[in-house]
């Protein structure tokens, strides 16, 4: 059994920050990428950032230069500074990991249940 909780969403007025959390726990060999997506009402999920076991990151242009992804391998965790925040950022905010329960188990991708982003005055 594995679970991903996501933490730290709420209400920020424009040009707050927040920091995301996601833990991972469980039955865990080893994790892969690590990511955050989020989805707006009336539209798809998008990817927001991920990072590799090797902390390579990837950005969507819509957030460069105001959120940063990292990760603590000890903890399971992966975290989004968001800085700069704009009412197009309102979202659920899920958290994405790519990992095998055993090391003969194939690799594969679970998700958090999301926590709320609000941006507005």
């Known amino acids: 059994q594995v679970q991903l909780v996501e ?18 726990s469980g039955t865990i060999f080893s994790i892969g990428a690590m990511g955050w997506y989020r989805q707006a009402p009336g539209k798809q999920r998008e990817l927001v950032a991920t990072i590799t076991s090797g902390s390579n990151t990837n950005y969507a242009d819509s957030v460069k230069g105001r959120f940063t992804i990292s990760r603590d391998n000890v903890k399971n965790t992966v975290y989004l500074e968001m800085n700069s925040l704009k009412p197009e950022d309102t979202a659920v905010y899920y958290c994405n990991a790519d990992l095998r329960q055993t090391a003969s188990s194939y690799r594969r991708a679970y998700w958090g249940r999301g926590t709320q982003v609000t941006v507005s005055s």
Do not use: I
């Not at 969403?9 to 959390?21: A, K, Y």
């Open 7 to 24: 933490s730290g969403g709420g209400l920020v007025q424009p040009g707050g920050s927040l920091r995301l959390s996601c833990v991972a």
